[in-house]
């Protein structure tokens, strides 16, 4: 008998009959989540998922495919495990139904249950989905309940499950134990169909074979919904005759929580209660079901194509986004909509300028004024305060399922902190001792409200979190003692880690980039990968065999070819050119154009700030190209410049530069240019020189 320092939580086993795409993504990030924090807690946690690999869908589909059901099964169960481990999901146990110890263990369930007389062999005629392998009570030629799809008639012997023999038991169970059922909606269905009558339960097939025979009697397998439900005591280990395997079983069974989707919620709170009590076996303390996840307002099904594949936002913005907007945005247990315009909204405006920059601010400042280690200093009052109501808010919610409401109180954290930053300004505090010591009090304050954020929001966001805890000069998060985040943990002196970029921003093309992907992907078969996300086009430096000389209306494109190097030339008249963009100089026999005028209203539109290099090295593969973070005393960006043959990187730490603010962002050779540094092109190639100034000039000062 498990206790209350074992965790055991299971995910739906989920059906080969087609790849998985994110409606099942959800269920286990959920899971995972789950599993992390609970890990995190101190609990003994196992955490199981798998497919469930049976039943006659699957027998035709690998006809279909002209496969036989194992290599189906197999073909398709290989896609949800490879697609879980490309996730970094942290189950540990994966459970086939097509396995030898699952095998026996429903066997050993089967037969335990009718030598407790709960079994017994009849003859059944009736309907029968094979979409859903459910027994419908209805006329021939109906449509089954939960599916749509028109029933089959099926006339075979038969064994039986007394299941009429639980009613009264099960409506017992869900008043004695009314959390056994979550949400509310699910326990009014699964009671009123109870309250409806139960009768019994056929829980065999003889027209097809593909499936666990029944033990004595091989011409009869088993009742797939028998099978696959008894997954989640033959992965522990019940039916084993192994020690470890029966330690296993008794270590964690009961589980804690199975989590389902809700079309299959009346399968584990009516069958499979009432299976484990004709066993004598000990009930999961609940069942949690979760919503739908609807695209073009519809549930996502491979026969109404429109299922959203995870590797499409894998491949643009990466799992942890995935995982935010699906537990922030979506109400678990009930239907949530999921579009791309909403995840690249979410994306940019929670973890890009929310978490992502407020942690490049912090990082940038402490580097910048305490030489990159946490200073002493005074925490202010109204943030701690803050940070105890998130650490208490964030708790319950999660504890209580309710994971959105948990991770809007933790970004209200965020917003706390980043507002607190613009309000004292410590780049605005003088050098003077005073200054100093509010600079010292506001940052630590900062650092360590970044601390509790990145601590509990490590079960939703496990890669970003990592990263951050290292920049803060924490080590591995997945090593750290996460049981007991309150305030004033963080040692003063803590020297940070190197710093890089988290949350890049999406950028403009993201979502238009993510419908190319699904298109290009909707055609091919079930094992097909979406290809890599396009780049954007990166500027070479070879010019055209003949560069013709722009017209004013060629000054966009030319602007546009400045763009991909990252830098803006302040030139001679001839500056944007495309020949002069483009290293090549304009032909002497012909005077260069003029560029058109532009109005004072034009130039306002440009936003030209001072910044400070925080960060500078190479671009892999890139020899005219520079990474550069740079700090513009509300926040940090990063910029890819083409200043790669004029400066040697870590000459320019510390250096005060120009940059166009408000210019949309790029992306080159795989990262995000947000913004463009300002310089002069001296002689026939062009060298940059970078713009600058004789006197002091304050960061983040706009230049007019």
Known sequence: MSDTSTFYITTPIYYVNARPHIGHAYTTIVADAIARRKRALGFDTWFLTGTDEHGQKIERSARQAGQTPQEFATA????????????GLSYDDYIRTTEERHRKGVQKLWTVLQERGFIYKGSYTGQYCVSDELYVDAPPGSPCPDCGRITETVSEENYFFKLSAFERKLLELYEQHPGFIRPEGSRNEVISFVRGGLKDLSVSRTSFDW???????????????????ANYITALGYGSDQPEDQQRFARYWPATVQLVGKEIVRFHCIYWPAFLMAAGLPLPKAVAANGWLLFQQSKMSKSLGNVVRTETILATLGADALRYFLMREVVFGQDGSFSFDALVQRYNAD??????????????????????????GEAEPRVVAAAETAEREFAQHFEAFDFSRALESLWALVAVVDGYITEKAPWKLGAVEDGAVRRASILYTCAEALR????????VLPDATTRIWAQLGLGDIAHADLTNVHWGQLKPGTKLGQSGPVFPRAEKDTVKRMHELETNNSGKGAEAEPEAAPKSPVMTGAPPAAAPQPTPADQSAAVAASQATGSIAAKAPAA???????????????PPA???TITIEDFAKVELRVAQVMVAEPVKGADRLLRLEVNLGDEVRQIVAGIAGAYEPEKLIGRKVVIVANLQPRRLRGLESNGMIV????????????AGFLEDVEIGARLK
């Open 594 to 596: 003029r560029p058109a």
């Open 679 to 690: 310089a002069a092109s001296l002689g026939e190639k062009g060298k940059p020189v970078l």
């Open 76 to 87: 398709v169960s290989s896609q949800f495990r490879g697609l879980w481990d490309r996730m």
């Open 452 to 459: 509790i954020i990145t601590a509990l929001a490590y079960p």
């Open 576 to 590: 944007l050119t495309t020949a002069a963009s483009l290293g090549t100089a304009a032909p002497a026999s012909e």
């Open 211 to 229: 499936g666990i025979p029944v033990p004595g009697d091989p011409k009869h397998v088993i009742y797939v919904w028998m099978d696959a439900l």
């Open 351 to 376: 973890l890009a300028n929310g978490y992502g920059n407020l942690t490049s601010r912090i990082h940038a400042m402490i580097t910048q004024y305490f030489d990159g280690a946490v200073p002493a």
